[in-house]
């Protein structure tokens, strides 16, 4: 059995250690981003510029924060959890003690550095791939203050990574920035155990993530412009020099520039196109070209909204996507993108269809239009 448990811990640590070779290219966000995002969940890094919406998540995790999370955030965690959320909290700095004592623990320091923890229930909280040993790496360990929890891992008398439930969720605390860095995940033990905390989420389960620091709607912090404007003297003054000289300009009846005839500009559907097109290279039997011409412009603004070169082949170009967080609602983007494939013959109503479809995704996903003039040629 044990041969078996060494096997799994090996093959594990070496599908994570393929992750992490990919991982070490030019990409965006931390090597967790990463590697959760090629496992197919759907990851937030948590940022100034976006930040924590609890609400969407099913998962929050907390990676090496260095500031302390407010009163407000750590009563907003714990509903969280509350109501069914699962968190997860990895670091050893001192900052967290507000975050930990929310849940009745109290982080200490170790008089020798805890470099290895091992398993301390006989029978393991993950049976399936259970893990005998982590590197933790930390001077501290975890101490139950107020509440019954369960040892995970530790050494000796000193806990490191303990678990808890709360409500209808369930919180992971570990006393160890270094699990989950990039150093450590090279350790087989700890790749298996976070393989094992990922088989406990749910499928396809939205996660967000924060490390090193962990941003609010109460801790971003403002728009140097607009904090510039509104919260100077000086900037308030522009503001009142501005406005009265609107005023004055409104008041005196003046126009900026020539007056223009009011005229309307219409913007053609994407369908409308393709007749238009589809009329005017019928004889050449050229409905593949309109139909790439469709794909390269879809491909275009997909990649200027999500920052993914679009000069990608398709799968890649689609994978590149899911990292971003693309919106590919039951295979929608996947199977649309398969239709734009021009290797075919088309007919004028396949690519009628086809046209629609990329026009409800852009509705759906956000995506400006870009003004047609086609229609003036016709």
Not at 306 to 318: E, Y
Not at 321 to 328: E, G, T
Not at 367 to 375: L, N, Y
């Amino acid at each position: 059995m044990r041969i078996v448990r060494t096997c799994m811990s090996s093959l594990i640590f070496i599908v994570f250690a393929s992750f992490l070779s990919s991982c070490d290219g030019p990409g965006y966000g931390t090597v967790l981003y990463q590697i959760l995002g090629k496992l197919k969940f759907r990851v937030t890094e948590i940022s100034e510029v976006y930040p924590a919406r609890l609400a969407r998540y099913d998962v929050l995790f907390l990676q090496a924060l260095d500031q302390a999370p407010t009163e407000t955030e750590v009563r907003d965690i714990q509903d969280f959890v509350n109501a069914g959320g699962i968190l997860i909290v990895a670091g050893n700095n001192k900052v967290l003690d507000g975050l930990f004592a929310g849940y009745g623990l109290e982080l200490r320091e170790v008089t020798e550095r805890i470099v290895f923890s091992q398993r301390i229930p006989e029978e393991p909280l993950f049976p399936l791939h259970p893990v005998d040993e982590v590197r933790t790496g930390t001077d501290f360990a975890i101490e139950a203050i107020a509440r019954e929890v369960a040892v995970l891992y530790g050494r000796a008398e000193d806990a490191t990574i303990v678990t808890l439930h709360d409500g209808e969720g369930r919180a992971y605390f570990i006393a160890s920035d270094y699990l989950f860095s990039r150093s450590g995940m090279r350790h087989g033990g700890n790749a298996a155990f976070l393989y094992n905390l990922m088989s406990t989420f749910p499928h396809k389960a939205r996660i967000g993530l924060a490390d090193r620091r962990y941003y609010t709607l109460e801790t971003t912090p403002p728009n140097p412009f607009v904090a510039f404007v509104f919260g100077t003297p000086g900037g308030l003054g522009a503001v009142y020099i501005c406005l009265t000289l609107f005023i004055f300009l409104v008041l005196r009846g003046r126009r900026f520039g020539k007056p223009l005839d009011a005229q309307e500009i219409n913007r053609r559907l994407s369908a409308e196109y393709v007749h238009a097109m589809t009329a005017l290279y019928q004889k050449g039997n050229t409905r593949r070209e309109v139909l790439r011409h469709i794909r390269d412009r879809f491909k275009a603004d997909l990649g200027a909204r999500w920052r993914v070169n679009p000069n990608l082949d398709t799968a890649t170009f689609l994978e590149a996507l899911a990292l971003r967080s693309a919106i590919d609602e039951d295979g929608e983007l996947t199977n649309l993108m398969a239709a734009l494939d021009p290797s075919v013959n088309i007919s004028e109503a396949r690519l009628l269809d086809i046209a629609k479809r990329v026009e409800a995704y852009r509705e759906i996903a956000k995506i400006g239009r870009a003004k047609s003039t086609v229609g003036r040629s016709f």
